[in-house]
């Protein structure tokens, strides 16, 4: 089994900055991608941004410029590093694991944006 166990979560202003942690732990194999992934109250979860093994990222476009996705690989840790927030960036951030054996969720950070 893999543990996803995200961190970093909070209250913060517009125009502020966060910095998610993603720590996995368990029986990692030979991992495919790591992901971030949000959903706000009433909404489905959406993809934010994503790395392939090799280091490929991809992002939504209403974070582009704004967000960046990164890896520890020797902690098996993924960050997401959040600038210039806005409120609708309010949601729950969810870190995702793709790997052979299946696909594995975090419990979720909450991030909330005043304006």
């Known amino acids: 089994q893999v543990q996803l166990v995200e961190s970093g979560g909070g209250l913060v202003q517009a125009g502020g900055s966060l910095r998610l942690s993603c720590a996995a732990s368990?029986?990692?194999?030979?991992?495919?991608?790591m992901e971030w992934y949000r959903q706000a109250p009433g909404k489905q979860r959406d993809m934010v941004a994503t790395?392939?093994?090799?280091?490929?990222?991809n992002y939504a476009n209403s974070v582009k410029g704004r967000f960046t996705i990164s890896r520890d690989n020797a902690k098996n840790t993924l960050y997401l590093q959040m600038r210039s927030l806005k409120p609708e960036d309010t949601a729950v951030y969810y870190c995702?694991?793709?790997?052979?054996?299946?696909?594995?969720w975090g419990q979720g950070t909450q991030v909330t944006v005043s304006s």
């Open positions: 995702r694991l793709v790997q052979a054996t299946g696909i594995y």
């Open positions: 368990g029986a990692i194999l030979r991992i495919n991608a």
């Open positions: 790395m392939s093994s090799g280091g490929s990222t």
